[in-house]
Structures are given as C-alpha cells and as structure tokens.
C-alpha cells in the first residue's frame, strides 16, 4: 500500500485536494478547513476525530454537497461533487427521521427517489434493511414511538436502503447512552464486512474512530487541519474494551494532547 | 365528597341555578321582559322558529358564506403563505401587509366591500374572505419557516428538491401549525361573517347575522338572545366536530402529546 497520503485516485472514492472552507462569523472571518488532502478507498471505513471546532462537520457537509467548498475540489469517483446526491447518503447526530411517516415508509422515502424501481423491489429493499438492523417487526411504528437507539438503527437503515457509494456518518450515536452505542457498534461493522460499503465517519469520541475505523484521520482545529492518519490494523470485529484497541487510542489522545499543548 | 360526583354534574347543576335565577329575576317583574326575555322566551322563540324552518334555513345560508368564504381565504392563503416562507423580497412585502392587515378587525372591510361589490352576496363573501386570508398567509409563512433544517438537509441528500421536497417533507413537517393558522382563520372568518350579514342584508340570503339584527328592528330580545345562542353553538360545534379531532389525531400520531 505505500505511502498514505499519496493514494492514487484510481482506488480512491473520494479524492479531497487542497479543500479550504471559510465562514464569516460575529468576529470576521474563520477558516474552518485549510488545505485538507485526503483520499477515502473503495470499501474503506473512514473515521475523522477531532476535537470540536476542528472543521469535521463542515467537511462532511461538504463531502454531501450540502455546502461548497471556497479553494480545491471534491471528487466522488471523476464526478466533482457539488450538490446532495443519492450517491452519498448521511446519518446525521439526531436521527432526522420524519414524524409524519412510519418506519418502513421513512426507509422507503430515499428508494422513492430511485426512479428505476419498481415499488415491489423498493418495498423488498427497504424490509431487507429494517430486518439487518434488527427492526424488522417495528415496520409499522412511529418514531416517536422507539428508542433513540431504535430511531439511529431506523436512519442507518434508511441510509443505506438506496445502495449509495458512500454512507457518510456525522457523530451518528454521540446521543445515545453508551449501551446502545456498543451494540450499534457491533451492527455497524458486521453491517460494514458483509456490504463492503465505503463510510467517512465523522466522531469527537476518539475510541469509537478506532473500533470502527481502518484508518483514522486526526484533525486539529483553528484552522481545521489533518494532523496525522493512523492505521488500524485490528480484526473485525472490534470490541471497545480490547486493551490493543485501547492502546491505539491512547496513542492517538497523546498525538492530539501534543499538538493542543503547542 | 365532591370528587366521588361525576364530573358533568356540579357544572350541569350550577348551570340550572343560574337559568333558574334568571327566569325568577324576569318573572319577578324587576326588569322588562321585553328587553330581558326569560331563558324561557328565548326556548320558545328557538323551538318556533326551528319549526317553521327560518332558523334552519338562516344557519344554512350563514354555513354556505363561512364554508365557501373560508375556502376561499385558505386555498389563497396556503399558496400566499408559502411564497412568502420562500423568497424574501415576497416576505418582505406581502408578509409585512399581512401583517398590518391581520391587524385590522374585519368589520373595518365591510364599508369598503359594500361599495365595491353593492349590496351582494360577493360583499358578504369578500368580508369572510379578508378574514381569513392574513391569518392563513401569516400562519403557513411562519410554519414553513419553522421546519427543523434538518429534515430539509436529510431530504436533500436523499435526492429530494423542488416540488418533491415542498409536498413530501415541508409541507407535511408545516401541517400542525398551518392546521392552527387554519383553525384561527376559520375562528376569523366566523367573526367578520357575523359582522358583515349585520350590515349587509342582501335579498334571498338570510343569515343568522340578518336574524339577529332583525331581531333588535322587531325588539324580539328572545330572537336575539336566541341567534346569539345558536352563533356560539355552530362555532364550538365547527372546532369540536372538525379542527379538534384533526388537530388531536395530528398530535398523537407525531407523538406530540401523551
């Protein structure tokens, strides 16, 4: 594999050159990404930590379109990506599921949106995903009727039910007790070794980047930076409290503690 | 003691104390039955004219005008409320002579409907209309403009934009207070239609508003008394029968309320 931060695009879903995100805030102007370079493989997990106000968020919204990148480009694949698309699907913090639809018919609102469908396959798309999240017999439900942890699985399941190239997830279970969390964990990867899909996680919780990263990119903040990238070479799947695991992470928390103490 | 009563029966007996008070009070002779009928007149006056079918026919042509009015008002308010959620300069304008015209009671549209339209049906019609439009416009801008962004930015990564995003998460995630604004509008154009079949008596159209005042030109206080009865019976049957349980099954069905 070589040398990291050089990946050709060629194996590279998304290909980040040179991007620079500014904001005009109540004390002038704020850069929130500077010259951030980065290459996210086919099939790979990518976890983004950092501590808040590193820019992770913002670069995730701009990796979904959400938001237009000031200098250097985004690539998904050859296409330079410059607004929402089914291709690259989000998780957001809060579950985002709508309360005017029932579960299955809030997994089936992006499929919907898959012109080439039939609703027959749409329908078996969307059961196919409630039932690898576990929520199979919950189809009917309100959200408001499940759990927080419940209602992330329903927006995993809705995230991944139009089959996007890239699942982009932003800090998706630091609202959940860590319980949940765990277990989620645990669905996340086995749901990441069976469909070899490609995610960017974006997370502050600096274990939870390496249990569920292959690789994981360290940001620093004012400006939004990459500071270092660390592999991980751990089996899946990963437990949190495998003392490997945890002394990867302490190895980041110290790369990260050496910087902010600069 | 008074909690192992049912709950209807001290407001139901305190309701007859007060009826029987008031019959006493007339029957006594301290005051003219002419211009304080008794609870009794004024049943009288309700079952007599029920019978010979005025009351029936008055409530019928005052429901059309609400009905047709208020359609009106809200099927130009939701569109109007909605641009001006959407492009600022509409809001800017629109949404500020809304505002100032919501303001306005709506017996103050009367004079002018009368000499735009004469003496008409229209004039009656434009009076409800104007009632509820402003407060439609007003409460569908505010409501839109209120959708968490977060529905908008998970829709948009789903592919969802233009009209796909407006009839399947904006309008829908806006429905509770664009049915409140609804409700208010209605609660309006119930207000102003009183007002205008007060002024406007248009020939062939009899309306529980013209009943009213005809009944103060023939002194009949029991018709009066009794119009005001029925007014206040149609509007808390409108909001029990039709907004509440809508608004109810709304709330529930989103978990809003336990």
Known sequence: MGNRSATSPANAALTLRNVTKRFDGASGRVTALEDITLDVREGEFLAIVGPS??????????????????EGSIRLGEQPVEAPGRDRLVMFQQDALFPWLNVLENVLFGLRLKPDLTEAERLESARYYLNLVGLGNKEKA?????????????????????????????????????LTREQLYGDIQEIFTKRKKTIVLVTHNIREAVCLGDRVVLFSPNPGRVQ?????????????????????ASEVTAALSSHLAK | MASKLPRPVIPTFVALLILGGWEWFVRSGRVSEVLFPAPSHVLAWFWESLLSGELLEATWVTMRRLIVGFAIGAALGVPLGALCARVRWVRDTLGVLALGLQTLPSVCWVPLALLWFGIREEA????????????????????????PPLYLRAAQTMGSNGWHLWSRVIFPAALPGVLSGMKQGWAFAWRSLMAAEIFVVIIGGFGLGSLLNAGRELLRMDQVMGVMAVVMIVGLLADL???????????RSRGLER
């Not at chain 2, 029968?241 to 709330?251: A, D, T, V």
């Open chain 2, 124 to 147: 009656v019609l434009f009076v409800v209309v104007m009632g509820t439009l402003w407060a439609v416009v007003l409460a569908v801008q505010e409501s839109v403009l209120n959708v």
């Open chain 2, 241 to 251: 029968i039709f907004f509440s349980p809508i608004e109810g099954w709304l709330r």
């Open chain 1, 142 to 178: 309100r959200p408001h009727e499940l759990s927080g942890g419940m209602r992330q699985r329903v927006a995993l399941a809705r995230s991944l039910a139009p089959n996007p190239r890239v699942l982009l997830m932003d800090e998706p279970f630091s609202a959940l007790d860590a």
């Open chain 1, 53 to 70: 106000g590193c820019g992770k968020s913002t670069l995730l919204s701009l990796l979904a379109g959400l938001e237009h990148t000031d």
């Open chain 1, 228 to 248: 270092q990238v660390f592999d991980v070479n751990l089996p899946r799947p990963r437990r949190m409290n495998d003392p490997a695991l945890a002394a990867l």
